[in-house]
T-cell receptor
Framework: DQQVKQNSPSLSVQEGRISILNCDYTNSMFDYFLWYKKYPAEGPTFLISISSIKDKNEDGRFTVFLNKSAKHLSLHIVPSQPGDSAVYFCAASEAGNMLTFGGGTRLMVKP | DAGVIQSPRHEVTEMGQEVTLRCKPISGHNSLFWYRQTMMRGLELLIYFNNNVPIDDSGMPEDRFSAKMPNASFSTLKIQPSEPRDSAVYFC????????????FGDGTRLSIL
């Protein structure tokens, strides 16, 4: 059973527009959520995180929203840039360091 | 600052051979993780260590897989004997302390078993 799901395998967005990546989870005990970005032939790079006590966290162009009742989180990138083209993974953990990853969404930002 | 360092970056070997993957975590990080990424299963946790002690190895697929962390600056993941279905990208990650801290990943080892 996949506890963390990213239902969109890919997303294409025009440069300058908003990119919205979505993630759903099933384990209500998850209390810490992260987004990672991955370029080809590199390891995942931490992007932004959010604790379950918050519903929004912002860092520059990146904002993560958490809807606990819906068990849903999303990553907004505004404005999108070609350099944002990568695979994005959401991850969740329960009171510790074991991360459960989603399957990833490939974002393509077109110039 | 040096990140997590993995070696080799690529490994191609024949079925039945022993494979050893190496990882040097970020200095000062107390927790280390081994992941495997495949098309079918995505990114899955194999084992993790805290202060050099294995905490959870429930993700290790079979007894052919073993991992050690003899000191705070070095860990190995060994597959013996290797099989074609072990072909994947293996990542090592470390984090500064147990708890809500992001993990920092190495660039991975791409393993191909022929």
């Amino acid at each position: 059973d996949q506890q963390v799901k990213q239902n969109s395998p890919s997303l294409s967005v025009q440069e300058g527009r908003i990119s919205i990546l979505n993630c759903d989870y099933t384990n209500s005990m998850f209390d810490y959520f992260l987004w990672y970005k991955k370029y080809p032939a590199e390891g995942p790079t931490f992007l932004i995180s959010i604790s379950s006590i918050k519903d929004k966290n912002e860092d520059g162009r990146f904002t993560v929203f958490l809807n606990k009742s819906a068990k849903h989180l999303s990553l907004h990138i505004v404005p999108s840039q070609p350099g944002d083209s990568a695979v994005y993974f959401c991850a969740a953990s329960e009171a510790g360091n074991m991360l459960t990853f989603g399957g990833g969404t490939r974002l393509m930002v077109k110039p | 600052d040096a990140g997590v360092i993995q070696s080799p970056r690529h490994e191609v070997t024949e079925m039945g051979q022993e494979v050893t993957l190496r990882c040097k975590p970020i200095s000062g990080h107390n927790s280390l993780f081994w992941y495997r990424q495949t098309m079918m299963r995505g990114l899955e946790l194999l084992i993790y260590f805290n202060n050099n002690v294995p905490i959870d190895d429930s993700g290790m697929p079979e007894d052919r897989f073993s991992a050690k962390m003899p000191n705070a600056s070095f860990s190995t993941l060994k597959i013996q004997p290797s099989e074609p279905r072990d072909s994947a990208v293996y990542f090592c990650a470390s984090t500064v302390e147990w708890g809500r801290q992001p993990q920092h990943f190495g660039d991975g080892t791409r393993l191909s078993i022929l």
